[in-house]
């Protein structure tokens, strides 16, 4: 039977930094886990070059990650719900430690994509249960804990690519070396500061994730992430290569500057234009701009300044695309969270793996322009879906409590204690 869990202080509900321990804890392995997605930007170049890899050979860097990740969704939930959020996260932040250390440690381009695929398990262990963690541990209201979360994430975001381009100034084995000591910390902080949680509610299956899948609205949004995110990391792998007269820092910078605005976009921008517009119409206008600003970046793609100045923008468009598609699959089907979360992210992260690999094989045959090309005819194909999904995605939102809202919180804190 689903209970409703204790009201937090209404004294609290203002106190954004005044977390927990354990919060703070979890927040900074989010941030660490989330480097990752842009920490080889800068240094993709420089792998090419050191071990004599063609770009379609390291785009696989991301493809092996985000793979990996995606099919790994679908068990996140079942190993959760049997030995509980808290030995979850450390077996997730476990595995990032040792395959980014080998990865690091590594002699030859495979070796380096397989041991990248070995960190996409972890980091789908440790951030399917991360935002959960987070919520139930959090004191104050459920829109702030999602707040953490987003900052975290952003912050990760934008300082991988920083980070990336600090050490790989020494050697491109660095950054690996670098997460592995951090995420070390990530792992002490975490098992000394968060309590034990052991496994609670229902015992998840494989399956549930496929059934989820049954729901229109949750289809059509899986669909539409799909192609958005063959735009997103098409981004993420050809930028660097469309920039060959930057450096290693120079990269960094500008992928840095992608990532805070992304940051500041899903956590500020996003839910500013969800109350104005809707989360629908907002999320279709998101999509197009993202489309247009790839096909800006495709004509114009001989010159490295409008590429650079392309890539930075597109971080204010994917920050809003980014929270607004997750709450909408949050709102849109009629089963658990996790499992929604699940079902989701093993479409998305699986079709859009692809990505990056196709993009640059373009780009060796096609020249310089035509992963840009290709990208932003991906998300136009996004476009289109949502555009003819809309209504039944409107009709599965409609009558949920507003995100953001008093009514979401007190929704998702009674789901949380079910």
Not at 131 to 147: D, E, K, N, R, W
Not at 277 to 290: K, Q, R, S
Request: hydrophobic fraction near 55%; charge should be neutral; charged fraction near 10%.
């Amino acid at each position: 039977m689903t209970t409703a869990a204790p009201a937090r202080p209404a004294e609290e509900k203002s106190s954004l930094l005044r977390q927990p321990r354990a919060v703070w804890a979890v927040s900074f392995a989010c941030v660490i886990a989330f480097m990752g997605i842009g920490l080889v930007d800068p240094i993709l170049k420089e792998i090419a070059a050191q071990l004599e890899a063609t770009p379609s050979q390291v785009s696989l860097l991301f493809t092996s990650y985000m793979a990996v990740m995606g099919v790994a969704m679908l068990v996140t939930g079942v190993v959760s719900s049997r030995i509980g959020p808290k030995k979850t996260l450390l077996t997730g932040l476990a595995l990032i430690i040792v395959f980014a250390g080998l990865a690091g440690a590594s002699g030859s381009v495979g070796a380096v994509i397989g041991f990248r695929a070995g960190w996409g398990l972890g980091n789908a262990l440790f951030i399917a249960t991360a935002l959960s963690t987070i919520v139930s541990a959090s004191v104050g209201s459920l829109a702030q804990a999602i707040i953490l979360f987003e900052a975290a994430l952003g912050l990760g975001i934008a300082s991988g690519p920083l980070l990336g381009g600090l050490l790989g100034q020494q050697s491109w084995r660095a950054p690996f070396f670098g997460v592995s000591v951090l995420m070390t910390v990530a792992v002490a902080a975490t098992a000394w500061f968060l309590p034990a949680t052991p496994p609670t509610g229902r015992r998840t299956s494989l399956a549930d994730p496929f059934r989820a899948l049954r729901h229109p609205a949750l289809l059509v949004l899986a669909l539409v992430a799909v192609f958005y995110n063959l735009g997103f990391f098409t981004l993420l792998a050809a930028g660097p290569f469309a920039l060959p007269g930057f450096g290693i820092m120079q990269v960094g910078w500008v992928f840095f500057g992608w990532g805070v605005l992304l940051a500041f976009s899903s956590v500020v921008v996003a839910p500013a234009l969800q109350r104005r517009f809707g989360t629908v119409p907002a999320m279709l206008g998101a999509l197009t701009l993202f489309a247009l600003d790839l096909g800006a970046m495709a004509v114009l793609a001989d010159h490295e300044a409008v590429v650079a100045a392309g890539i930075v923008a597109a971080g204010a468009v994917l920050g809003v695309n980014n929270t607004l598609v997750t709450e909408a699959v949050m709102g849109s089907a009629p089963v658990e969270r996790p499992v929604a979360s699940a079902a989701y992210s093993f479409v998305r992260f699986t079709g859009g793996a692809v990505g990056p690999y196709v993009a640059l094989k373009l780009a060796e045959h096609q020249g310089v322009h035509a992963p840009f090309w290709f990208g932003a005819a991906a998300v136009a194909v996004g476009v289109a879906i949502a555009v003819s999904g809309a209504g039944t995605v409107q009709r599965a939102l409609h009558g949920a409590p507003t995100p953001h809202s008093a009514d979401e919180a007190e929704a998702e804190l009674i789901g949380d204690a079910g």
